[in-house]
């Protein structure tokens, strides 16, 4: 089985100050992870995915994230924030094995910039 | 190419109504889902099917049921609403397994009175 926690629902930033939304998971296999975002009243889109290469992963917009398996987290990450991350934020995890493998959503941390 | 689009954006049904929630992709993916989001529940989900004429059940099916005669269609079916599948519902689609990066479409917002 494998889960995903995100302990904070809401973070709030200035403009310009780093963002850092955690993310800790549970996998029986060596996993895949992905943090996905969601503008208000959009789809989700992928920020960037973790895939068992580098464990410093850089994504989409200034975002990047680190894999470290000995605390099992994967905490997102950006240096300066800007109004436009505004969003809600999922971490993912799966397991990647076979055809019904499947993905396991965090409830979503919604990050505030502050002007 | 369009990637995945849902129809219709809103509904609003009455209890009892029965509704399909339609789907497509154009990116010629094996693999399409539909999810339900629920404020602080992340996304679950509903229905998944691997290939055309082949289709299981996600984490939680009950009042739903799907089919895929296509490659490019996905309908989600509402037999009987009821105010708990008051939701936004997503529909994704990858190119070969449901662990593999997903492509959101926009969602459809239901609300069931």
């Known amino acids: 089985a494998q889960s995903v926690t995100q302990l904070d629902s809401h973070v709030s930033v200035s403009e310009g100050t780093p963002v850092l939304l955690r993310c800790n998971y549970s996998s029986s296999y060596s996993p895949s992870l992905f943090w996905y975002v969601q503008h208000p009243n959009k789809g989700l889109q992928l920020l960037l995915k973790y895939t068992s290469a580098a464990t410093l992963v850089k994504g989409i917009n200034g975002f990047e994230a680190e894999f470290k398996k000995s605390e099992t987290s994967f905490h997102l990450t950006k240096p300066s924030a800007h109004m436009s991350d505004a969003a809600e934020y999922f971490c993912v995890v799966s397991d990647l094995t076979g055809a019904n493998s499947k993905l396991t959503f965090g409830k979503g941390i919604t990050l505030s910039v502050r002007p | 190419n369009a990637g995945v689009t849902q129809t219709p954006k809103f509904q609003v049904l009455k209890t009892g109504q029965s509704m399909t929630l339609q789907c497509a992709q154009d990116?010629?993916?094996?693999?399409m889902s539909w999810y339900r989001q629920d404020p602080g529940m992340g996304l679950r989900l509903i229905h998944y099917?691997?290939?055309?004429?082949?289709?299981d059940q996600g984490e939680v099916p009950n009042g739903y049921n799907v089919s895929r005669s296509t490659t490019e269609d996905f309908p989600l079916r509402l037999l009987s609403a009821a105010p708990s599948q008051t939701s936004v519902y997503f529909c994704a689609s990858s190119y070969s397994r449901g662990g593999d990066t997903q492509y959101f479409g926009p969602g459809t917002r239901l609300t069931v009175l």
């Open positions: 099917s691997v290939g055309a004429g082949i289709t």
């Open positions: 990116m010629n993916h094996e693999y």
